[in-house]
Every structure is written in structure tokens, then in C-alpha cells.
């Protein structure tokens, strides 16, 4: 099992529509998990990023962690056709590493 | 700009070549990470250093690669012997030690032909 699973999609919602982007992870020790945003042919672009439990939001886009079933959510509101990108969860590497572990990415439609 | 800067943008270059890459990281910032892209795939971890040590090499980094940050500052990463395999988006990020948050360039493209 990768240590962090995620759809690629494509998921093509409707302009205005809320989004629900989800990625599951395999070790409980982790503290910390990301969400980027990326652009076709750029770097990816830090969103947020939650510690532990619970939720954190930042302006249209909510961020939640489950630890309890492993699962870290992004929710995106009232969406636009500008956030049309991929989105890619990330979790430490753990192991005592600095890096970050990144799920496949789910590439986004939002359709005007 | 005070961005992760990284040049060239796009590379094409010969199987069997040498390629050389480079980032400039954000200023202040003494963590400075390597990641490879492929089409379809999340960033995948290369290497890091914090200032100019390198302390952590993935086991991706095959004997090919070599990164250096001489002076805690910009980074070059160098593949020798290009293989077709190589071609990817080879990424660059930036962090202040502490904070979790990692800020990437964007990236140089290697076509190897």
C-alpha cells in the first residue's frame, strides 16, 4: 500500500458547485498534511496545511483531517473555472526524512 | 520576484548527454529540496539539504545524479548519461527550517532524446 492514495479523476463539477477532494494515508504518525495546487507546466503551489485533527480554513477552500480513519479532505466552495488544476495531498515522509510524500493528484474540470 | 527560481525552464538534450540544472531558492530560506515529476505522477523526493549539507539522497538518486549547494545558497542538480528514462519535470523547493511548508519553483522540463 502507497503511503498516500489518491483518485487522479478527471472530476468535471459545474461552476458554483462545492468540490470535495480527498486523499487516504497509511501511517497514523503523522502530524501534518498539505494541499498544492498545479497548474499545467508549473510548480505545484502550497494551499494550506492542517496539524492533527480537525479543519482549517482559508478563505473558499477548507482543509480536514480524520486521523481516525486516515482520510484528509479539501473542500473548495462557490468554485470557479480558475481553480481548474490538478490538486495534490502531501504528507511528511516520516522515517526521520524532511520530505514530503505526494499523492498522485486529482486533476480538476470546473466547467463555466 | 522572490520566488524559488529555477533555470533553464526546458531542456532537450541527447541520450548520453550531461545536464546540468539549477535553483535559487527564496532568500532566507536554509532547507532546499530536489523532487521529479512525471506525467500523471505526484512530485517525488530527489534530495535535500539544509544550508549546504546534503542530508538525505532518495534511492531514486541513482550514481547519475549529483547535487551540490556549495554555499547554502543556489543548487545545481546534475544527471550525467542521460537515459530516456530521465525525462520528467525536475523540481526545486525552499523551506525555513521549522514551518512544514515547502515552496517549489517552476520546475525545469527535460526532454532526453
Known amino acids: 500500500q502507497k503511503e498516500v492514495e489518491q483518485d487522479p479523476g478527471p472530476l468535471s463539477v459545474p461552476e458554483g458547485a462545492i468540490v470535495s477532494l480527498n486523499c487516504t494515508y497509511s501511517?497514523?504518525?503523522?502530524?501534518?498534511f498539505m494541499w498544492y495546487r498545479q497548474y499545467s507546466r508549473k510548480g505545484p503551489e502550497l494551499l494550506m496545511y492542517?496539524?492533527?485533527?480537525g479543519n482549517k480554513e482559508d478563505g473558499r477552500f477548507t482543509a480536514q483531517v480524520d486521523k481516525s480513519s486516515k482520510y484528509i479532505s479539501l473542500f473548495i466552495r462557490d468554485s470557479q473555472p480558475s481553480d481548474s488544476a490538478t490538486y495534490l495531498c502531501?504528507?511528511?515522509?516520516?522515517?526521520?526524512?524532511?520530505?514530503?510524500?505526494f499523492g498522485k493528484g486529482t486533476h480538476l474540470i470546473i466547467q463555466p | 520576484d522572490t520566488g524559488v527560481s529555477q533555470n533553464p525552464r526546458h531542456k532537450i538534450t541527447k541520450r548520453g548527454q550531461n545536464v546540468t540544472f539549477r535553483c535559487d531558492p527564496i532568500?532566507?530560506?536554509?532547507?532546499l529540496y530536489w523532487y521529479r515529476q512525471t506525467l500523471g505522477q505526484g512530485p517525488e523526493f530527489l534530495t535535500y539539504?539544509?544550508?549546504?549539507?546534503?542530508?538525505?539522497k532518495s534511492r531514486l538518486l541513482s550514481d547519475r545524479f549529483s547535487a551540490e549547494r556549495p554555499k547554502g545558497s543556489f543548487s545545481t542538480l546534475e544527471i550525467q548519461r542521460t537515459e530516456q528514462g530521465d525525462s520528467a519535470m525536475y523540481l526545486c523547493?525552499?523551506?525555513?527550517?521549522?514551518?512544514?511548508?515547502?515552496?517549489f519553483g517552476q520546475g525545469t522540463r527535460l526532454t532526453v532524446v
Open positions: 523547493a525552499s523551506s525555513l527550517q521549522g514551518p512544514p511548508e515547502a515552496f
Open positions: 501511517n497514523s504518525a503523522f502530524q501534518y
Open positions: 492542517t496539524y492533527s485533527s
Open positions: 502531501a504528507i511528511p515522509s516520516g522515517g526521520g526524512a524532511d520530505g514530503l510524500t
Open positions: 532568500s532566507e530560506h536554509n532547507r
Open positions: 539539504f539544509q544550508n549546504e549539507a546534503q542530508l538525505e
